[in-house]
């Protein structure tokens, strides 16, 4: 697996592996107008507009993207692993890829905004719960902040 920067021929890719996720995944967790709400969000023009703003990275394996991941200043976005991909470790790759930028760019300490099904895996990785958001629009997640190591 390879970690690269997000191309503009990627968005459709991208764009079917977060609704995926959406739809497969997150719905456990939001009510159904939620989801939808950010399946609208989510097309690959968003990602295109959004790779022009922030750093947007994707996780490829045999040619395929597998995951992808956002970085804008000390703040992660957007991390979704394909659902078939899903506890292969790719997600943990993604995030060491997102620490050792972060670490690169001087960073001491990282945040993010998780939502609910993923921050028992941001708690593993040492990230701590700072936040808790409620928006009236996408529903109720998590701000949670992580102290990078000078390793
Ligand atoms: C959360 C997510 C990115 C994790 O990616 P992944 O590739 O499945 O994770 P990994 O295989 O690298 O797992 C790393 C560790 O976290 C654990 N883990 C993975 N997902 C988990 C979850 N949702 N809850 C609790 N633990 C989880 C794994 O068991 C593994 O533990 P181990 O190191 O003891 O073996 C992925 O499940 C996903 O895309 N979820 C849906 C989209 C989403 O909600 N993204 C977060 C938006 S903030």
Partial sequence: MITRQFRNSDAQAVSDLI?????????EF?????????IKVYTPKHLIETAQ??????????DEIVGTAT???NYFGSVFVRPDMQG???G???MDSLERLAKLNGLQEVKLHASINA???YIKRGYRKIGKISDEKFG???EMAKTLENT
Wanted: without cysteine; aromatic residues 6%; proline residues 2%.
């Fill in 71 to 73: 970085i804008s200043q």
């Fill in 53 to 62: 703003k922030q750093l947007v990275l994707v996780a490829e394996e045999l």
């Fill in 119 to 121: 921050v028992n895996f």
């Fill in 19 to 27: 609704i995926a996720n959406l739809k497969q995944i997150n719905s």
């Fill in 92 to 94: 943990n790759k993604l």
């Fill in 30 to 38: 939001y009510p159904e107008n939620v989801i939808q709400r950010m």
């Fill in 88 to 90: 292969k470790g790719i």
């Fill in 140 to 142: 109720e997640s998590f």
